[in-house]
C-alpha cells in the first residue's frame, strides 16, 4: 500500500506542475472574456454579437500627373486619380449589431486586442432593430427576424464585406416573422428555431449552405 500511496502522491504532483502550466494561459482567456463581457455590458440590449471576417475595408487613393508640352510652348497637364479599397486577408472581427436604443448603429472590435476597429460602420437600414438572430457568412453578417416599430420582422439584412447593408430584395425573408429567437450554425446550413410573434413559436426553419 505504500507503494501504491507514493504512486499516487507522484500522479497529484504531475497533475499540480501540468495546471501550474496552464494558469497563465487560464489567466488570459479569463481577461479576455472579461473584456468582451464589458463591452456588451456597455453595448446596447437585445442585440447580436458574432465573428466575421473582412468588415473593414481600407482605401487608398493613387494621384498620377503627366505633362505634355506642344511646340508652341503651351503646357497640358493631366491629373488621374484612382481608389483602391481593400480588406486585409485574414482579418476578423467582432460585431456588436443594433439593439434597442441604438438608433441602428453597430459597433466593431478588431481580434484579438478588442480594441475598437479603424472604420465605422454604417446605420442597419431598420434604425432601432433588436431580438433578431444572426450569422457570420461568406458574403458578410446576415441578420433576420426582430423587432422593429411597434412589430415583429420576417425581412433579413447581410453587412457586405465593402460595408453596405443589403436588404429584401435581394436577400430573402424568413418564413415566419419572429424575434427573441435561437439559432445556430453547423455543417449543413443555419437552423432557426422558436421565438415570439404576439405568441409563442414553435415552428422551425432551416436554411441550408448554397
Not at 494558469?23 to 446596447?44: C, G
Not at 503627366?66 to 467582432?94: E, R
Not at 412589430?151 to 415566419?176: K, R
Request: net charge negative; proline share 6%.
Amino acid at each position: 500500500l505504500k507503494d501504491i500511496a507514493l504512486s499516487v502522491e507522484e500522479k497529484v504532483d504531475s497533475i499540480d506542475k501540468e495546471m501550474n502550466k496552464l494558469s497563465p494561459i487560464t489567466q488570459t482567456v479569463e481577461k479576455k472574456v472579461d473584456k468582451i463581457a464589458e463591452k456588451l455590458n456597455n453595448h446596447i440590449t437585445d442585440s447580436e454579437a458574432i465573428v466575421s471576417p473582412a468588415l473593414c475595408p481600407t482605401t487608398s487613393t493613387t494621384t498620377s500627373s503627366t505633362t505634355t508640352i506642344s511646340t508652341a510652348t503651351i503646357s497640358t497637364t493631366t491629373t488621374t486619380t484612382s481608389t483602391t479599397t481593400t480588406t486585409s486577408p485574414g482579418s476578423q472581427f467582432l460585431l456588436l449589431g443594433p439593439g434597442a436604443g441604438s438608433s441602428g448603429q453597430s459597433e466593431l472590435l478588431s481580434l484579438p486586442s478588442l480594441s475598437p476597429a479603424s472604420c465605422s460602420l454604417p446605420v442597419h437600414p431598420k434604425g432601432d432593430m433588436y431580438a433578431y438572430v444572426a450569422t457570420s457568412t461568406q458574403d458578410g453578417p446576415l441578420l433576420c427576424g426582430g423587432h422593429h416599430s411597434s412589430s415583429y420582422q420576417a425581412d433579413c439584412h447581410l453587412l457586405a464585406h465593402d460595408g453596405v447593408w443589403l436588404g429584401t430584395p435581394p436577400m430573402q425573408n424568413m418564413l415566419t416573422r419572429r424575434g427573441y429567437s435561437a439559432a445556430i450554425q453547423f455543417g449543413l446550413g443555419w437552423w432557426v428555431t422558436g421565438g415570439y410573434n404576439r405568441e409563442y413559436l414553435a415552428t422551425t426553419e432551416m436554411w441550408y449552405n448554397r
